[in-house]
């Protein structure tokens, strides 16, 4: 603005003294004529009182002296006349030709003068829509911190809510281990009551052949034994039964923990995924931010520059 300012203010003055320097010029030429006028009739009357005074000391050859001093003053004043003339011409012509190079060099600052306007006008415009935009994404980016900071929190309740469901299942772990010692302590014991029950059943055989008379009380240790056997099975049937049922329902509580924890693995998944394109997202709504807030700072220390009637007014 103040290069543009300053040219135009010196093809102003350029144009003034152009005029200035031709009313000068036409001034002079008028004087001159006048005054070359004068002097010419000067040098004609000094050159006559020089042929007079020259025919009292110089008697000879009086006529061919006149004739040649009047040749010569004729020749200087149609000389003079003529360079003076031509002078005048040529100074109007570089006038002229000059006038016409700054009319050019004028128009054409004036315009670019108006695409500087225009151009001014449009980053006026532009920042104003930057400013709007950037008050628009504040409440975006207050809102998506505030969905980041409830995801984490969501997140670090899932974790927990699994670690909770490995600890649960370590302990089933530890008593389905439990259980299967236990069920291998009783079926040692029921083969142990089978070995005891065919023992007493070879001595009994033995008894019998050896011995009839205690048949009957032997007889009755035997019913004692099978009903303590039979009653030793029936612990033993429900004891496996109890242990059938506790299996299925380990087995039910293993497959719902599974299903759980696979289901807790995807929703971390998914909640991590979604956590990281929140972040991309924060990270290039402030990045953006960040630079329309550069951006407005040098467009206003542009507009704190000086205007064009500031730069004129300085210039004169």
């Not at 070359?36 to 004609?44: I, S």
Request: hydrophobic share 25%; glycine share 6%.
């Amino acid at each position: 603005m103040g290069s543009v300012s300053s040219l135009v203010a010196g093809n102003s003055l350029n144009s003034k003294h152009c005029k200035a320097s031709d009313y000068r010029l036409k001034e002079g030429t008028n004087t001159h004529r006048k005054s070359g006028g004068c002097n010419l009739d000067g040098l004609l009357k000094c050159g006559f009182a020089q042929s007079s005074s020259s025919t009292t000391h110089h008697s000879r050859g009086l006529s061919h002296s006149r004739s040649g001093r009047s040749e010569d003053f004729f020749y200087i004043k149609v000389r003079y006349c003529k360079y003076d003339t031509g002078r005048r011409i040529s100074c109007r012509k570089l006038l002229s030709g000059n006038c016409v190079c700054l009319q050019k060099e004028n128009g054409k600052l004036q315009e670019d003068l108006s695409k500087l306007t225009r151009e001014k006008d449009l980053v006026e415009l532009r920042l104003r829509s930057y400013e709007k935009e950037s008050t628009q994404l504040v409440p975006t980016l207050e809102e998506t911190q505030w969905e980041v900071c409830q995801k984490s929190g969501e997140i670090s309740l899932l974790k927990q809510q699994l670690r909770d469901c490995q600890a649960d299942v370590s302990h089933k772990l530890n008593e389905i281990v439990s259980l299967k010692a236990s069920l291998k302590e009783n079926t040692a014991k029921v083969e142990r009551l089978e070995q005891q029950n065919k023992d007493y059943e070879d001595k009994l055989q033995s008894c019998t052949r050896e011995k009839c008379i205690f048949t009957g009380s032997l007889q009755r240790e035997v019913e004692r034994l099978k009903q303590e056997l039979r009653e030793e099975k029936n612990a033993q049937g429900k004891m496996v039964s109890s242990f059938e049922l506790e299996r299925q329902t380990w087995n039910q509580e293993k497959d719902r923990v599974i299903k759980y924890q696979k289901q807790l693995q995807i929703n971390y998944l998914q909640m991590h995924k979604k956590n990281k394109d929140l972040e991309r997202i924060l990270k290039e709504l402030t990045a953006e931010l960040e630079s329309r807030t550069e951006l407005g700072l040098d467009l206003r220390y542009s507009a704190g520059l000086q205007t064009y009637e500031d730069v004129i007014a300085t210039e004169i």
